[in-house]
């Protein structure tokens, strides 16, 4: 039986508080493994869920366009110098409302509409903000796209230089959504420089390995660098912008325009596409900044890519093929290309067994973005749980067993579940009672 975490709310609203414990139940019997879900900390839910959640204040500190501002002023500050000290940037936003957000501003301080922008395609492991067609990105910016090497699964750095050469973008992206292996920044940033394309770093997958020290820091190499909060960072649902302050392109592409790049960030936010900032929001990415900031966090940082390289290391042995053969960061893709069931399968069945994943595109995948060849699987937030390696093992014995029980699932899922339910109940989920 579960103790009631939501005393008030189940007087107030019983049958909300009701799907809560649900959820809660639902986590905790399960293992969460969609690579962008994590468990954010008590301490970011407790600041989430504060008196600043009923605070406006348009504008920036001390500049506002509302009264009663002076402790929401020294909150936002907070978390601009936790961020900029976390990632040693020149300058930070934190009002974005999420990535997508985060990543409409950086377009509107960077590129007006019509102009190309090179990104990797949702299908190739992108983002639908990286010029994707039903995205604004790819509605209102042309996406010149590259993307990892069907054969390989590996980013082909001379091909993408080409395409740049050939393309001449205004805004070359990097990052990723599903991209197992670490991004060469300095690379991208002599293709950028060659072509005179602002570089722009989208690190919301990977921002906690950055932190860790596990993959390159973006931010000395990028004009912009993106991210949310609530993916490897444990943070509050939310995203934040890092740039330099001065436009190196300013003179070619802006010479009318007295703002520098920093200015043209933050105008881009507000007013641009927002309006008041959620400071209940931004108190707690604040909160999560100190958090990262750590040597327990990255340890952390650290357990999450070994978790994930056991994972790997322990399906290959199994026979299974992996976009890219394996994994330098927080996630796996299975490719199902040669086999004759889809993502979508696999994916559904796993859920059955108590692995909740989701089905994914892989590079040169000729199924359908509704069924896909993929399967995409992630290790933050088991790591959050205090999982390990020999977890990982567990769990590879349990993704092979079902894997090869497609057809009759019924008894090796139901007995699947149990064996993860009865995991799970030794690493309760962080964060649900004023523990990490
Ligand atoms: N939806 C996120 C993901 O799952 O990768 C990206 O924003």
């Avoid at 961020?83 to 997508?100: D, I, M, R, T, W």
Wanted: glycine share 8%; charged share 25%.
């Amino acid at each position: 039986m579960f103790a009631d975490r939501y005393p008030h709310l189940s007087k107030v609203d019983p049958e909300l508080a009701a799907m809560l414990h649900k959820q809660i139940r639902m986590e905790s019997a399960t293992l969460k493994m969609i690579p962008s879900e994590n468990f954010a900390q008590f301490a970011v839910l407790e600041a989430t869920g504060s008196i600043l959640t009923n605070k406006y204040c348009e504008g920036y500190p001390r500049a506002r366009y509302y009264e009663g501002n002076e402790i929401v002023d020294e909150i936002e500050l907070l978390a601009i110098e936790r961020a900029k000290s976390l990632f040693g940037a020149e300058h930070a936003n934190v009002q974005p409302y999420s990535g997508s957000p985060a990543n409409q501003a950086a377009y509107r301080a960077l590129a007006e509409h019509g102009c190309k922008v090179m990104g990797m395609p949702v299908p190739a492991g992108g983002h639908l903000t990286h010029g994707w067609r039903v995205n604004f990105s790819g509605m209102d910016y042309v996406q010149v796209p590259y993307g990892p090497d069907p054969a390989t699964g590996m980013l082909n750095y001379d091909q993408i230089r080409e395409i740049a050469r050939r393309e001449r973008p205004r805004i070359i992206w990097v990052g990723a959504t599903s991209y197992p292996r670490i991004l060469d920044y300095q690379r991208f940033a002599e293709i950028a420089a060659e072509v005179e394309a602002y570089l722009v770093a989208d690190i919301a997958h990977i921002n906690g390995l950055i932190v860790a020290g596990v993959h390159p820091n973006p931010v000395p190499y990028c004009d912009v660098v993106t991210s949310t909060s609530h993916k490897m960072l444990r943070g509050p649902r939310a995203g934040f912008i890092l740039s330099k302050i001065e436009d190196r392109y300013h003179h070619k592409y802006f010479p009318e325009n007295k703002l520098n790049l920093a200015k043209r960030i933050d105008r881009s936010v507000f007013p641009g596409l927002q309006g008041g900032p959620h400071m209940n929001v931004i108190a707690a990415m604040a909160v999560a900044f100190k958090e990262a900031a750590t040597e327990e966090f990255r340890a952390y940082g650290q357990q999450v890519q070994r978790n994930a390289r056991r994972l790997a290391e322990r399906l290959l042995e199994r026979g299974y093929r992996l976009v890219s053969g394996g994994t330098d960061n927080h996630l796996i893709v299975l490719d199902f290309r040669d086999r004759p069931f889809t993502g979508k399968d696999v994916a559904e069945a796993l859920a059955r067994a108590g692995i909740i994943c989701n089905f994914n595109m892989v590079p040169g995948d000729t199924r359908k973005p509704s069924v896909t060849s993929g399967v995409r699987l992630g290790t933050p937030a088991l790591t959050s749980m205090g999982m390990r390696e020999a977890e990982m093992d567990l769990i590879a014995q349990w993704i092979d067993e079902v894997c090869r029980h497609l057809d009759d699932l019924d008894e090796t899922a139901g007995r699947i579940r149990g064996e993860i339910a009865d995991l799970c109940a030794q690493f309760p989920i962080p964060g649900l009672r004023g523990d990490r």
